[in-house]
């Protein structure tokens, strides 16, 4: 494939992302379950994120774009995993996870601050602050006790590999056996060290011709990047119907980026 296929996916992608924002934006959360809002405000950084894997694509940074991929991923493996099964329950754990590590992390700086004196600042309104820490970490408990009240027996995970099999044996609708836990391969064998740049992360950017000469470049064409970003904001539409977030029809466009992109892999396999 060459860059005009980034270029009409691209454009399918956009009009997709505009369809349903207007559709979004029309619709009354009242009444909402927590399964229902969390997919509601999940959609914004789904597409803001695919919409900068495109970008760099179309500028051939595709390794860049890897970084982006990899957080797709695991969004999208979160995403699936707290509607298959046990909602509630899932999202709590979560929810519950998230103060957990605010917490660890606001008792992290403290201990910092009183072992380095001079990172603490005298403005109680700021982060290294240890008045303003104390406040804080009382803040944060406070909301993880009325979880704890509201959910005695909280049940979830809060491993990704455990999740992609999760969603394995939860059977999502129109996924191929085996698909989460691919993702969670190529998130941590494939896009893991270019994310981090550790060792072999600054191979990814090195390159070596036949003479032996070194050369560095951003990555590939892309075409893999792109698409499986793409995918993602496709099967995030869906959940949006699916979970009566919206009613009605799917839109034309979702099933016309889908055709899209198979009628792109049937010509690239072709070739």
Same mark, same amino acid.
Do not use: W
């Given at each position: ?9 691209? %454009? ?29 405000? $999940? ?20 390794? $860049?774009?890897? +970084? ?10 979160? *995403?699936?995993?707290?509607? *298959?099964?046990?909602?509630?329950? #899932? ?28 990172? =603490?600042?005298?403005?109680? !309104? ?13 803040? /944060?408990?406070?909301?993880? /006790?009325?979880?704890? #009240? ?6 979830? !995970? ?10 394995? %044996?939860?059977? +999502? ?16 064998? /494939? ?14 950017? +090195?390159? /070596?011709? =036949? ?17 499986? $970003? ?16 919206? !009613?009605? =029809? ?10 899209? *992109?198979?009628? $792109?892999?049937?010509?690239?396999? =072709?070739?």
């Amino acid at each position: 494939m060459d860059n005009k296929y980034i270029e009409g996916l691209n %454009k399918k992608f956009l009009q997709l992302k505009q369809e349903i924002t207007h559709l979004l934006s029309g619709v009354n959360r009242s009444g909402h379950s927590h399964l229902q809002n969390y997919i509601f405000f $999940a959609h914004k950084p789904v597409f803001s994120f695919t919409e900068a894997i495109l970008i760099l694509c179309e500028k051939k940074k595709s390794n $860049a774009a890897k +970084v982006l991929l990899r957080a797709l991923f695991e969004a999208h493996i979160d *995403i699936i995993y707290h509607q *298959i099964n046990e909602s509630e329950q #899932r999202l709590a754990f979560s929810a519950k996870r998230m103060f957990d590590e605010r917490i660890t992390i606001l008792n992290e700086i403290l201990s910092l601050i009183k072992k380095y004196p001079n990172l =603490e600042s005298q403005d109680e !309104t700021k982060l290294f602050n240890s008045t303003y820490l104390t406040k804080a970490l009382a803040d /944060q408990d406070t909301h993880r /006790q009325a979880i704890l #009240r509201a959910n005695p027996n909280l049940n979830g !995970t809060k491993h990704l590999q455990d999740k992609a099999k999760l969603c394995e %044996k939860g059977e +999502v609708k129109n996924s191929e056996p085996g698909s989460f836990e691919r993702m969670y391969s190529l998130i941590y064998r /494939q896009l893991s060290p270019v994310a981090h740049l550790n060792i072999e992360g600054l191979q990814e950017f +090195v390159g /070596q011709d =036949e003479y032996g000469k070194i050369f560095f470049h951003d990555g590939d064409n892309g075409d893999f990047i792109a698409t499986q $970003a793409v995918g993602i904001s496709i099967a995030l539409s869906k959940d949006l119907y699916d979970n009566k977030i919206l !009613t009605g =029809e799917q839109i034309i466009i979702i099933q016309e980026t889908e055709k899209f *992109i198979a009628q $792109a892999n049937i010509q690239f396999q =072709e070739s």
